[in-house]
């Protein structure tokens, strides 16, 4: 239910809504976020134009591999 709402709010360019729900998620969750997550968190962050977006969207692409829908999100922000 999280990806198809944070989603959503990627294709309404919903930006700080987006990174505050992640940061909120990153809180409370026990583990790790999943590529796609952290990639919307870096999509939301390079949409603001916020310089730590490159850090974040660094850190996925080193985890996510070839992940299509992760790589497409981060193309997305740029």
């Given at each position: 239910m999280a990806h198809l709402y944070l989603s959503a709010?990627?294709?309404d360019f919903r930006g700080l809504t987006l990174q505050r729900?992640?940061?909120q998620l990153?809180?409370?969750a026990r583990q790790p976020l999943d590529c796609y997550t952290r990639a919307l968190?870096?999509?939301a962050l390079l949409g603001q134009s916020r310089p730590e977006g490159l850090?974040?969207?660094?850190e996925v692409l080193a985890s996510a591999e070839e992940h299509?829908?992760?790589?497409?999100?981060?193309?997305?922000?740029?």
């Open positions: 709010l990627r294709f729900l992640v940061e990153a809180q409370t968190y870096a999509f850090m974040v969207m660094d299509p829908k992760s790589l497409h999100v981060l193309l997305h922000g740029l």
